[in-house]
């Protein structure tokens, strides 16, 4: 009889103290040393738990092979062309993120009369002063990439696809306030005349 019943018990104690272990192991792991992000750490010598990347070390999704694109530059020059076609697509992106990002400092032409200019800040230099429409677009791309002394780097909020998109998007209105009327397509003509964008 006792034998009958340590062999229909043996399972069940089996099971329980496998339940024992197991919660063990979960309360362990998840119990174990670990460091809060940026807290002291007297195991590394630079006293930081954190740890650089390894030099050279590129996150996923982040490698650049296509300079033009990722710097505006070829070579040590900034890039005179786009690094792709510039479609009806491209500009309308573009128009999106200038009003979102540009319009506040450079005003909705570009002429630099932004809403900030109002609160005390330096007036930016229009888009259409004669220097600035001659630089090439990699120029463009490359101040919202870095910044200037007053302007912020834009790279962190900006993607480079984006930042492209508004250097065409400034180049539609440099076009656009400084065309001649005979760079205006005949058939389109009749549309400035009827919204006074030009006398009849």
């Not at 919660?23 to 750490?41: H, I, K, N, T, V």
């Not at 982040?62 to 033009?68: A, I, K, R």
Request: net charge negative; glycine share 8%.
């Amino acid at each position: 009889m006792p034998r009958l019943i340590q062999a229909r018990f043996a399972p069940i104690t089996g099971l329980l103290f496998a339940l024992t272990l197991l919660a063990g192991c979960a309360l362990s792991m998840a119990d174990q040393p670990r460091y809060e992000p940026f807290e002291a750490s007297a195991f590394f010598a630079d006293g930081a738990s954190a740890r650089p990347p390894v030099a050279g070390t590129v996150a996923r999704g982040q490698l650049q092979t296509d300079t033009h694109f990722a710097t505006g530059r070829i070579g040590r020059d900034f890039a005179e062309t786009f690094p792709f076609t510039v479609t009806l697509e491209t500009l309308e992106r573009g128009h999106e993120r200038y009003d979102i990002f540009c319009s506040p400092c450079h005003g909705l032409v570009g002429e630099g009369d932004g809403l900030v200019t109002e609160y005390g800040m330096r007036k930016p230099t229009s888009f259409h002063d004669p220097e600035l429409r001659d630089e090439p677009p990699g120029y463009y791309f490359a101040l919202i990439t870095g910044g200037t002394r007053v302007m912020p780097s834009y790279a962190s909020r900006i993607p480079p696809a984006d930042r492209w998109a508004i250097v065409a998007y400034i180049r539609a209105l440099q076009l656009s306030q400084n065309a001649e009327l005979s760079q205006v397509p005949a058939d389109q003509l009749p549309l400035l005349q009827q919204t006074d964008i030009i006398t009849k």
